[in-house]
């Protein structure tokens, strides 16, 4: 081969730019490159089909230039004015001003950030036109940062004639770069016969249509754009919730076109259990256990969901199925989403099955590398049949020598990808059975779109002896009622929890809080013992704190949000949340759920900084009315959204980008049905629509 043919590939694959497709690298277009590719990833844009579905989060209307004089502080609006002036401030702050005069009146531009360029742009007698926030400055009317453009001409500068799109960016992507960028993908887009294709069973107006309109917005319906019920948004998020119904189907179809191991012995595993239980299985739990002992003889991989309120004893019946797997010579695991929880499940499984021969094993990220290397050998071998740990589970090194169950807690802390990846550490040919556990009760319809692949299973009834707790608001400047009262519970023989909480999710910030409470509480109460736990302590230093609460060597436990799980200490009757105002109705749902867990009747304090907004009201009145985790959930789902009640870090698995699982319940049902009928007998189009709204369906199910 001669120098010139050896040539002739490495140019091919490096040099030749190819055709654009709905397909192609967004690197490829105007005004991209791999630097801007590599900042769009973080925004899950790799291809020139993923900035179609980047839609809006809001749009700016900038279609009427607002007079000068017409201004009031808080207004989002758009202006036009000629340069006045123009300085520079050395204040604290280094600052670019900018007056600007319509003839009428004035107002002034202000920058903190700039660089030369800009300053030399605002040339008195130019005009400028921006759009922003009116606020109330020192000397008058101002704005901040405002988006501009400058021109030697004021006709150059007109209003916009549709509304303005805002997406969701990325440190390095501007507004006008993302807009470039997706007018691209739009011609792109018309261009390709098999994108606009006709969806069978999705009313109009089409895809291309509707994309134009959230993109372009213009014409005479925008107040139900704005209002998010205009037809093209309606047809959008069908699309969307179609897709997705389609991909979770589509995981339990190949999930349960797999043998699944038959487990036979879960129910005489369980009435073994009760034999050595201290208490009573309620109702609840042994119709749920009768459910999983159906699913696991089946022969079919189990895909179930358990729900069930705090302390309703979902623990146990987890045991019962992983006892009844270790009976049948196959390894069950548990995974817990923090160190502390699989702690916690590790001693109390230990404590259930340990009195019937069965050892519990621990797999967690913080072990010793000889420990990990010890305790991976013995799963490796079998040696252990049952084994709780944390995300270390699911690891590549990690091997089960016959895996049959995976039990997965609190699974809205994981993303789908993670239980699915420890579906493949089962036997070859065989697939583990799943259960999914929470203790954040999910409404119904937030689970049809979130769960879609898995049945579910409610334990309804909490075990007997289980007080309520009495729930009160008080301000904070009621402080001292709450410390003696403290102090009395606490001279009584009872213990209290004080939660401190802050807006931030740094353990370093949570801790200086926690700390300088425990500080603070030490100081007003010498008379007691005070223990403190939060996330930045050692395991060994947090087991310790734990032990000292659990045995009653402490009475009053400072701690973080980290005991919103995983502790159970019946002598604590009262619980203090500070700041209760800061968090969402789930999580103090589960915090006073720590509390009650005995006889004695148990207090909650949702201590508030006043004044309190209406959100923060509306949350403390549910939680001071209603101890029913199911209807405190479909509460927070309305007063917040999904991403608030799971986390925003569960938003990326539900991947929802325009549909809302509350707002648009009343579509999902319809939709279920129409999923079903595209896979029978239009499985093309499904593939395709996942593609476009979740992306490649095969990743996606064989995660």
């Known amino acids: 081969m001669n120098k010139k043919e050896q040539r002739g590939p490495d140019r091919a694959r490096s040099g030749a730019k190819p055709p654009t497709t709905l397909a192609t690298g967004v690197t490829y277009l ?30 700016e209307d900038r279609r009427h230039i607002v007079p000068l004089n017409e201004l009031k502080a808080g207004e989002e609006v758009l202006v036009r004015g000629k340069v006045a002036a123009m300085d520079v401030r050395f204040g604290p702050r280094r600052s670019l001003r900018v007056a600007i005069d319509d003839g009428g009146s004035g107002l002034l531009l202000r920058f903190f950030h700039f660089n030369e360029l800009q300053k030399q742009s605002f040339v008195e007698g130019r005009w400028v036109r921006a759009f922003g926030t009116v606020r109330a400055g020192a000397s008058g009317l101002e704005m901040v940062h405002p988006e501009y453009r400058v021109a030697d001409d004021a006709a150059l500068l007109p209003a916009e004639p549709k509304l303005t799109p805002i997406y969701p960016l990325v440190t390095g992507i501007t507004q006008q770069r993302l807009r470039g960028l997706i007018q691209q993908a739009l011609e792109v887009a018309a261009r390709d016969p098999e994108f606009n294709l006709e969806l069978p069973g999705l009313a109009p107006p089409d895809t291309m249509t509707a994309l134009r309109v959230l993109h372009e917005p213009g014409g005479t319906d925008l107040g139900d754009l704005l209002l998010e019920r205009h037809p093209a948004q309606l047809r ?41 239980l201290p208490f009573a299985l309620t109702g609840a739990q042994r119709r749920v256990i009768g459910e999983i002992a159906h699913d696991l003889a089946s022969g079919k991989p189990m895909l179930r969901l358990l729900q069930g309120d705090v302390g309703c004893g979902k623990t146990v019946v987890a045991a019962a199925a992983m006892l009844g797997c270790a009976q049948a010579g196959l390894q069950a695991v548990l995974m817990a989403p923090t160190e502390l929880l699989a702690e916690q499940h590790a001693h109390n499984l ?21 420990e990990k290397e010890e305790a991976m050998s013995r799963a490796a071998r079998g040696e252990v049949k049952v084994w709780v740990g944390t995300h270390a589970l699911f690891q590549s090194e990690v091997r089960f020598a016959k895996l049959g ?47 879609a692949d898995l049945d579910v299973s409610v334990i309804d009834e909490l075990p007997p002896g289980r007080t309520p707790v009495l729930t009160v608001a008080l301000s904070n400047e009621r402080r ?60 060994q230093e947090k087991d310790a704190q734990m032990r000292a609460f659990q045995n009653g060597a402490t009475q009053l436990l400072v701690a973080t949000t980290v005991i919103e799980v995983g502790v159970d200490v019946p002598n604590a009757s009262i619980m203090i949340i500070d700041n209760a105002e800061r968090l969402g109705l789930a999580q103090l749902h589960q915090l006073r759920g720590r509390v009650g867990r005995g006889a004695t009747a148990s207090q909650c304090v949702l201590m508030y900084q006043p004044p309190l907004g209406e959100g923060g009201k509306a949350r403390l009145e549910v939680m001071r009315t209603t101890h029913d985790g199911f209807k405190i959930a479909q509460h927070d789902l309305e007063l917040r959204g999904p991403g608030e009640l799971l986390g925003r870090k569960q938003t990326g698995l539900i991947g929802l980008k325009i549909a809302d699982p509350v707002r648009d319940a009343a579509q999902i049902p319809p939709l279920q049905k129409l999923a079903d009928q595209w896979l029978s007998k239009s499985p093309q189009e499904a593939r ?3 593609a476009r709204w979740v992306g490649d369906a095969e990743k996606y199910a064989q995660v």
């Open 688 to 690: 395709k629509v996942i």
């Open 350 to 370: 230990a404590g259930m099955l340990g009195a019937l021969g069965v050892e519990v094993g621990v797999l967690s990220g913080r072990m010793k590398k000889a």
């Open 480 to 539: 001292g009622e709450v410390l003696e009262r403290i102090g009395e519970v606490c001279m009584g023989g009872r213990q209290a929890y004080w939660v401190c909480t802050l807006i931030e999710e740094s353990d370093q910030l949570q801790a200086q809080a926690a700390e300088e409470t425990y500080r603070q509480l030490r100081a007003e109460l010498p008379q007691l013992r005070v223990g403190l736990v939060h996330g930045r302590l050692k395991p």
């Open 405 to 451: 169950l995976v039990v997965v807690d609190e699974q809205h802390r994981f993303g789908v990808g993670q239980r699915l990846a420890l579906r493949d550490k089962g036997p070859r040919g065989v697939t583990p059975h799943q259960l999914i556990m929470s203790a954040t009760p999910i409404p119904r319809t937030l689970a049809q779109t979130l769960y």
């Open 30 to 59: 105007k005004g991209a490159g791999p630097a801007v590719a590599a900042k769009l990833r973080l925004l899950d844009i790799e291809r020139v089909q993923d900035l179609l579905f980047h839609l809006p989060s809001r749009y």
């Open 236 to 276: 959008l998020l069908r699309e969307e919730l179609l897709a997705h119904q389609l991909c979770m189907r589509l995981l339990r179809r190949r999930t349960l076109a797999q043998p699944g191991a038959r487990i036979d012995s879960v129910q005489p595993a369980s009435a073994l259990l009760q034999e050595k």
